[in-house]
């Protein structure tokens, strides 16, 4: 049994909206949090990513020693 498509609605952050077939119950556009016109990965700028975010430390702080991360040693 194939379950049954419907067409929904995907919005970028830059406003362009495209059409997709989903199996998803879901009546409202859905709109994406970060795309490829908008994310440092794709765009290439560094600025968009802040290694002093308090997340990204708590992350690195919690696997410390595992990955190198290339970060400067602090003193």
């Known amino acids: 049994m194939h379950p049954l498509m419907r067409t929904m609605?995907?919005?970028?952050?830059?406003?362009?909206s495209f059409q997709v077939e989903t199996a998803?119950?879901?009546?409202?556009?859905?709109?994406l949090k970060s795309?490829?016109?908008?994310h440092p990965a794709w765009?290439?700028?560094k600025e968009g990513v802040s290694l002093e975010d308090?997340?990204?430390a708590r992350l690195l702080k919690k696997y410390e020693g595992f990955v190198e991360t290339g970060l400067p040693k602090e003193k």
């Open 9 to 16: 609605t995907v919005v970028m952050r830059n406003g362009a």
């Open 24 to 31: 998803m119950h879901r009546n409202t556009p859905y709109f």
């Open 35 to 38: 795309d490829k016109t908008m």
């Open 43 to 45: 765009t290439g700028e």
């Open 54 to 56: 308090a997340r990204i």
